[in-house]
């Protein structure tokens, strides 16, 4: 059996295949309309934790006044700079940061995202993720003016047409979200459309491991259901915790 895949060591030096894999995901568009139903995103000033190659800077920017897209790896963060040159207007930046520690100040945004990252917590901090996370939930308050919103997006089943938490860690970090951090939710289908078999189960396989990308239910034209949860909160004018 193959290892499974290191994602830190993606997220620090394959940054062009991981664009591959997740511009193949929510084919149908479902993602930005979910937002904007939970946020009005005209005018909003966004900071994004966690933008990765900026899929969610991308599909922000046309959107809203600006996005201050953020993420911990720089080599991520130069291939994002290239595809927002190409595909947007100048209404973004982008920083090196950590989500716990973010270069902004106080009651700057309207709207605080944080994409498909804090779950890594329960992997890579199995003990610490509540204190991990917390921190980075008290930076996306911190950031968002009173009345902001603050949004995060995870997975709820890769290759499952109904949401179910991967893991029993990440099923954890959403009843904390939910039950102790003042979280609503609600899940969407962001499904995967790939070109082809081959390239799913490259792409698969690069991120998820063989074992699951031999398996995993591919339609006969090459879509594999994804679940993903958005969870969100407002900001108000009460002590930040």
Known sequence: MSPEPDQRQIYASEAARYERLVAAED??????????????????????AGAGTGRLTRLLSPCVRYVHALDRSG??????????QRECRGNWSLAIADNQDLPLGNRCADIAIAGWNYGHSTVWNKRGWRVEVGRALGEMLRVLRPGGT??????????????????????????????????????????Y??????EARELLGFFFGEEFASQAPLSASCVLPECTGLWWRRASDKPLR
């Not at 568009?29 to 005018?43: E, K, N, S, T, W």
């Not at 080599?75 to 927002?84: I, K």
């Not at 089943?157 to 109904?162: L, N, R």
């Not at 459309?193 to 081959?198: D, E, K, M, P």
């Open 27 to 48: 084919w149908c568009g479902r993602l930005l309309p979910a937002i904007a139903d939970v946020v009005p995103l005209a005018g909003a000033h966004v900071v994004e």
């Open 193 to 198: 459309r790939f070109g082809s078999r081959q």
């Open 150 to 191: 603050a949004i995060i997006l995870e997975t709820l089943g890769t290759g499952s047409k109904t949401p179910r938490p991967p893991t029993e860690n990440l099923a954890a970090y959403y009843r904390w979200l939910e039950t102790e951090r003042g979280f609503a939710r609600r899940w969407l289908r962001t499904d």
């Open 75 to 84: 080599h991520m963060l130069r291939h994002a700079r290239g595809l927002l």
